[in-house]
């Protein structure tokens, strides 16, 4: 079983920066895709940003050019930079890693990000 810890969550002023950073650990597996979903209080999860393993990104509209994921292979680990925050960047963020044998996915426990004014 695939454990994943997130960390890098906190209060920050609109504007300020975070860096999320998530560790997946436990049995041998073989890492594919990972990413960063979000969920803000009534609203649904939503894609914040992925990684493929050849290091192919992808972003939601809403934080293109002030997000930033990157990911260490060697670590099994995502990071997702965050920088010019707004107040509806404020969530609950989890990490999200797909193994391909089996082909699985897995959740963080999630990280709270509040941004405020």
């Known amino acids: 079983q695939v454990q994943l810890v997130e960390s890098g969550g906190g209060l920050v002023q609109a504007g300020g920066s975070l860096r999320l950073s998530c560790v997946a650990s436990?049995?041998?597996?073989?890492?594919?895709?990972m990413g960063w979903y979000r969920q803000a209080p009534g609203k649904q999860r939503e894609l914040v940003a992925t990684i493929a393993s050849a290091g192919f990104t992808n972003y939601a509209d809403s934080v293109k050019g002030r997000f930033t994921i990157s990911r260490e292979n060697a670590k099994n680990s995502v990071f997702l930079q965050m920088s010019s925050l707004k107040l509806e960047d404020t969530a609950v963020y989890y990490c999200n890693v797909w193994t391909m044998s089996p082909f699985k996915a897995y959740w963080g426990q999630g990280t709270q990000v509040t941004v405020s004014s």
């Open positions: 436990g049995p041998s597996f073989n890492i594919g895709a």
